[in-house]
């Protein structure tokens, strides 16, 4: 009996669930053709055409309808829409300045600080003008301003995205004699120029010499240092050699200001011919060849020589090379004065910086070319080519052949005397400190 019942309750409870399935499955019949795959492509209905009232309301403000805007033909502006385009696929360029006196230098740089040549760029000075890079390499020079603050900004140049900014900088009316900053800009390698028509040095000792120069190596016994003075020109150096032959100091090259174009080039050879000898232990001090025309020029070269120095131990002077370039140079017409005032400018700088400097030159150069009266608190490095120099003034280095012979330089040298007391334990990177005077305790004036 209780089996019966059972049965039919569990029957009951079936027919009830398939029934409300089935009224489920109904009330969704659509839902479940298109999940069963049996559902045909539903009939397509007419759009109700546009009455002419909803065409003219369409012309005025546009109510519910989200997608009006693509109608209107002037929500997009195609000139704008371009603009934006090519700016935001330029590239970034902004502008570095700086000023020595009365004059402005304007360097357009890239977003990595690279100079953006090949392109004519053209800056406004506010009240001033506007001035363009004709040269395109990436500098604009202004020169005879009057001291006081300036407003430049960069005009639209076409792929390039030009900040929306005004730089402004302070023109001074005198001479600053300290490194200018963003000097590095303008140094460039050879690869940048033509070698043969900048670097023009003429050795102007070599024409003077009389013909009884000693080109052996000169031990002093210790009242003077034997030292060489390279450049480019001595190919590879074998240091710890230079060094095994008695060496006891080096003068290295580290640029020069070309003969034609005035570009700040650093001499090739220079940072392995200064690591070279340092890490052979031989003392260093570098010289620059100018061809400064002004006080401002003689500044850019002087900034350049304490960039390319400052992170070695530079124990000896830093020298001007002054000399010729066989009358072809852009500076070898310089009065005396003008050449005097542009020599001192570099000489300030240097040793505003810290370090001890002087002038390299023959001896007509140095009685004929410069004014030496108004360099007098500076070193002298002679060059003349005889048994005993006949320079008339003081000197504290003398260069007495470019003829000399040294163990691991493969070509002729020129080999020096310095006769200055050098403290070699000082440690002058960074930020150089003094020197110790000369050997007699004097002014450091050698007589001839």
Same mark, same amino acid.
């Given at each position: 009996m209780d089996s019966k019942r059972i049965k039919r309750a569990m029957i009951f409870m079936i027919v009830v669930f398939v029934a409300a399935f089935g009224v489920l499955a109904a009330t969704n019949w659509d839902m479940v053709k298109r999940k069963l795959g049996f559902a045909g492509a539903e009939p397509v209905q007419e759009e109700e055409p546009v009455q002419d009232e909803e065409i003219e309301r369409a012309e005025g403000q546009i109510g519910g309808d989200l997608s009006a805007f693509l109608s209107d033909e002037t929500f997009f502006d195609p000139e704008v829409k371009f603009k934006s385009i090519e700016s935001y696929s330029g590239r970034n360029v902004s502008l570095m300045m700086s000023s020595v006196a009365r004059d402005l230098r304007i360097m357009v740089v890239d977003s990595v600080g690279r100079l953006v040549t090949g392109t004519e760029f053209t800056v406004t000075i506010q009240d001033v003008g506007e001035y363009t890079d004709t040269d395109m390499d990436g500098v604009i020079y202004v020169d005879g301003l009057r001291s006081g603050e300036y407003s430049v900004f960069l005009n639209e140049q076409d792929g390039f995205r030009i900040p929306n900014t005004i730089t402004t900088i302070q023109v001074r009316q005198d001479i600053e004699y300290r490194v200018i900053d963003n000097i590095e800009y303008l140094m460039l390698t050879e690869d940048d120029i033509d070698p043969e028509k900048e670097d023009k040095a003429v050795n102007d000792a070599k024409e003077e010499a009389d013909g009884t120069e000693n080109m052996e190596l000169q031990f002093d016994n210790g009242s003077a240092k034997l030292g060489i003075d390279v450049s480019k020109w001595n190919k590879?150096?074998?240091?710890?050699? /230079?060094?095994?032959?008695?060496?006891? !100091? @080096?003068?290295?090259?580290?640029?020069?200001?070309?003969?034609?174009?005035? @570009?700040?080039?650093?001499?090739p050879r220079y940072e392995e011919n200064i690591r070279g000898a340092i890490e052979a232990g031989i003392p260093v001090g570098v010289y620059f !060849?100018?061809? @400064?025309?002004?006080? /401002?020029? @003689?500044?850019?070269?002087a900034s350049m020589v304490i960039r390319l120095i400052e992170q070695y131990d530079v124990d000896y002077p830093v020298f001007l090379d002054s000399e010729s370039t066989g009358g072809s140079g852009r500076a070898d017409d310089l009065d005396s004065d003008t050449r005097t005032r542009a020599h001192r400018a570099f000489l300030q700088t240097i040793e505003a910086a810290g370090y001890e400097t002087g002038v390299y030159a023959s001896r007509n150069w140095l009685n004929e070319k410069i004014d030496m009266t108004k360099l007098s608190d500076y070193r002298v490095w002679l060059a003349e080519y005889a048994a005993v120099p006949t320079y008339d003034g003081y000197y504290h280095m003398w260069q007495y052949t470019s003829q000399g012979t040294v163990d691991g330089i493969s070509t002729n040298v020129d080999l020096n005397l310095c006769y200055m007391n050098i403290d070699t334990s000082i440690n002058h990177a960074g930020n150089a400190a003094g020197y110790s005077g000369v050997v007699n305790g004097d002014s450091g004036n050698v007589p001839r």
């Open positions: 590879e150096i074998d240091w710890e050699a /230079v060094k095994e032959a008695g060496i006891e !100091f @080096a003068i290295i090259r580290c640029g020069y200001r070309g003969a034609s174009t005035g @570009a700040l080039v650093i001499d !060849f100018t061809q @400064a025309l002004d006080e /401002v020029e @003689a500044v850019e070269e």
